[in-house]
């Protein structure tokens, strides 16, 4: 018996800032603790090494419990993509890719693609990521 095939949870969301802005709010602790948690949960601790190789750390925090992601920067090609693998609690080793794409004037075009994922846990993700990327457009857009 085989597990499961791994899928992705896909979300793109056109940012009101150019890449090179959009790009650099991921690699910020302060500006990642606005935005890194699906509301209504809130990120309560974050460390990054922006490097490749370098880890992070992320705890979000919800109602009743908390979740740790970690994580390691698999490459960073400023302004137009990022890739980092992806762990939490449960086990799961996943990949996320973000691309940035100038769109429009002074706007992004960014596409989060998360891989690796089981087919149960895509669904949960893709609205996790929605929420994230649009708290990061409120962010960019108050600024």
């Known amino acids: 018996m085989t597990d499961a095939p791994a899928t992705s949870a896909v979300v793109r969301r056109v940012l009101p800032a150019p ?8 690699l910020d602790e302060d500006a990642l603790a606005e935005f890194m948690c699906p509301y209504p949960s809130r990120a309560t601790k974050i460390e990054i090494e922006p490097r490749i190789g370098g880890r992070f750390f992320v705890v979000m925090t919800h109602p009743g419990h908390s979740t740790e992601i970690t994580g390691e920067y698999l490459e960073l090609d400023r302004p137009r993509r990022m890739r980092f693998s992806w762990s939490y609690a449960q086990g799961v080793d996943s990949i996320v890719t973000i691309t940035f794409e100038a ?5 992004t075009l960014m596409t989060i693609d998360h891989t690796k994922l089981p087919r149960e846990d895509v669904e949960s993700h893709a609205s996790g990521w929605s929420s994230i990327a649009e708290a990061l457009e409120r962010k960019l857009a108050a600024a």
């Open 103 to 107: 769109h429009g004037q002074d706007e």
């Open 19 to 26: 890449p090179e802005v959009a790009y650099d709010a991921w």
